[in-house]
């Protein structure tokens, strides 16, 4: 089976930078679409980011711009670039994979999902 583990979250000041990865093991199709989500304290899991398995990405609006999602498919990574943090990205961050022709308007298209890594921004 697929797993997700997420790293680089940490506690940034506003206008900062980050750098989440997110490594997996196990069978995972290069084909997958694999996505960045988040989840704040009383609010729903949004999607912030996604990439398919030909490089195409979207991107939530509150993100555009400003954060950058890319993969390694020979490494089997996800990163997220994130850039002029604000207090409004403070979230848990966590990355899925698993699905196929979606993104990441749609989370429930994704069958794999990691722990989570925590961005906290003041």
């Known amino acids: 089976d697929v797993q997700l583990v997420e790293s680089g979250g940490a506690s940034v000041q506003a206008g900062g930078s980050l750098t989440l990865s997110c490594a997996a093991s196990?069978?995972?199709?290069?084909?997958?679409?694999m996505g960045w989500f988040r989840q704040a304290p009383g609010k729903e899991r949004e999607g912030v980011a996604s990439?398919?398995?030909?490089?195409?990405?979207g991107y939530a609006s509150s993100v555009k711009g400003r954060f950058t999602v890319s993969r390694d498919n020979a490494r089997q990574t996800l990163n997220l670039q994130m850039n002029g943090l604000n207090s409004d990205d403070t979230a848990m961050y966590y990355c899925?994979?698993?699905?196929?022709?979606?993104?990441?308007?749609?989370?429930?298209?994704?069958?794999?999902w990691g722990q989570g890594t925590q961005v906290t921004v003041s």
């Open positions: 196990g069978p995972l199709y290069h084909s997958y679409t």
């Open positions: 899925a994979a698993g699905a196929f022709y979606t993104d990441y308007q749609h989370p429930s298209d994704f069958k794999y």
């Open positions: 990439i398919d398995g030909d490089g195409h990405t």
